[in-house]
């Protein structure tokens, strides 16, 4: 069988396919419409993020078998479609999920403890000790939406922590040592801290907005390391204004769909954002939560164990 590798990815992945029997080619450089031309030959293909994988690209793939994803969300491929043509897909949250977990945590912690701010005061010469005065995750009641792999390995993490950990999923019965099931009602009748888990659908598009953000009891903190596009930004800041929402720690942002330079580049940054840059209870990075040294050799091995248990004669 042969495979067209459309992004480099860890040596490990080439490595292990090419000794479980396959054919390895690699184009990371060519255009779609160049790609679409030749995606006949091959009976499988490996992308990370290059372009999205619609219908008309599927349509020519007409000896593709499976496509392998080395990441965990699926968004840029038309799944409907590849489905309904008998072609596996093929993902690897199993990979990330650990680092994912670790991140969450960390940009909780550091969020709670005012870490960046206290780091880029005292590096001036300012020793502020009661403006850096921190606040402790024990006896919190921490949220999850979206219980896969990322909201399970977060509440792995938590355990170490004497707090309540409840989560909110479309998938029945999921409840486990680590967490407990509830509905949405119900975190937002308790929680002090939602963090979200969940995939890039049209449900979760611009979930987080205003109305359900209203819909909290309790001044609570935000943390997204899932996808920009579950958070509506402009009604982030609003609540953040107000104090509805005490700080937020975003690895995503919805303004990934563009250039992320652009917006600098062509000193283009939109309003909501320039806020977030500028307050203090607000920690950010580049979707990085999942992009740990570690995890880069789990998802290779990941996608290749699972093309080799399926494909592999």
């Given at each position: 069988m042969k495979i067209l590798h459309?992004?480099?990815n860890h040596?490990?992945?080439i490595e292990a396919l090419t000794a479980a029997g396959f054919t390895n080619d690699e184009d990371y450089t060519s255009s779609k419409a160049a790609i679409e031309a030749k995606?006949?030959?091959?009976?499988g293909f490996i992308i990370r993020s290059r372009f999205?994988?619609?219908e008309n690209f599927l349509s020519k793939a007409t000896s593709l078998k499976f496509i392998g994803r080395v990441g965990a969300g699926l968004e840029n491929i038309d799944c409907e479609y590849a489905k309904r043509q008998g072609i596996t897909l093929i993902a690897a949250p199993e990979g990330n999920r650990n680092a994912v977990g670790e991140h969450t945590l960390g940009m909780l912690l550091s969020l709670f403890n005012k870490l960046t701010k206290a780091n880029q005061e005292v590096k001036q010469g300012k020793w502020l000790r009661e403006e850096n005065r921190g606040i402790e995750l024990d006896g919190k009641t921490v949220a999850l939406i979206g219980y896969g792999n990322?909201?399970?390995?977060f509440a792995k993490k938590l355990k170490g922590?004497?707090?309540?950990v409840l989560c909110y999923d479309l998938k029945p019965e999921v409840s486990d040592a680590n967490c407990s099931q509830t509905t949405l009602k119900d975190i937002q009748e308790k929680a002090d801290v939602l963090s979200i888990h969940t995939p890039q659908t049209k449900a979760t598009s611009q979930f987080i907005n205003t109305a359900f953000i209203n819909g909290f009891k309790k001044n609570f903190w935000l943390i997204n390391t899932a996808r920009g596009s579950a958070v509506l930004t402009t009604d982030l800041v609003a609540a953040l204004k107000s104090g509805k929402i005490l700080g937020a720690a975003l690895d995503v942002l919805e303004y990934e769909k563009a250039s992320f330079e652009?917006?600098?580049s062509k000193n283009n940054v939109p309003e909501a954002f320039e806020y977030l840059i500028n307050a203090n209870n607000?920690?950010?990075s580049p979707h990085v939560a999942g992009w740990t040294t570690e995890s880069h050799i789990k998802l290779a091995k990941t996608v290749a164990d699972k093309i080799t248990a399926l494909f592999s004669k």
């Open positions: 459309l992004d480099s040596p490990l992945l995606i006949h030959e091959y009976d999205s994988i619609d990322m909201g399970k390995s922590f004497d707090v309540k652009h917006l600098f607000v920690l950010l």
